[in-house]
């Protein structure tokens, strides 16, 4: 038996309650891509919450709730028409 085939035969025979471990491992043991290597390189970002941040974070779920939307096609109009004029 080859050794993919172990290993799906060795899966198969998990508990469903190993399987999520079992996915971390695996997923910690594929190549990454740079964005992700660098995301996976980064700090936690532990600084508390400022209260102007919080503020601003719920003015722009409420402009969501609002209606108060830019698509993002329609955004890349806008800028594209300000950076070709006429």
């Known amino acids: 038996m ?4 172990r290993i799906h ?3 198969d025979e ?3 309650t190993d399987l999520d471990e079992v996915a971390s ?3 910690s043991r594929r ?6 290597r660098a995301l996976a390189a980064a700090l936690a970002d532990d600084e508390a919450e ?3 941040e919080a503020e601003a974070i719920e003015q722009a ?4 709730r609002q209606g108060r939307l830019v698509s993002h096609e329609d955004l890349l109009r806008r ?5 070709n004029p006429g």
């Not at 080859?2 to 085939?5: G, I, P, Q």
């Open 31 to 36: 190549p990454l891509d740079p964005l992700s």
């Open 9 to 11: 035969q060795l899966v």
């Open 14 to 16: 998990l508990p469903e």
């Open 61 to 64: 779920y409420a402009d969501v």
């Open 50 to 52: 400022a209260k102007d």
């Open 2 to 5: 080859e050794t993919r085939e």
């Open 79 to 83: 800028l594209s028409s300000l950076a």
């Open 25 to 27: 491992l695996l997923e």
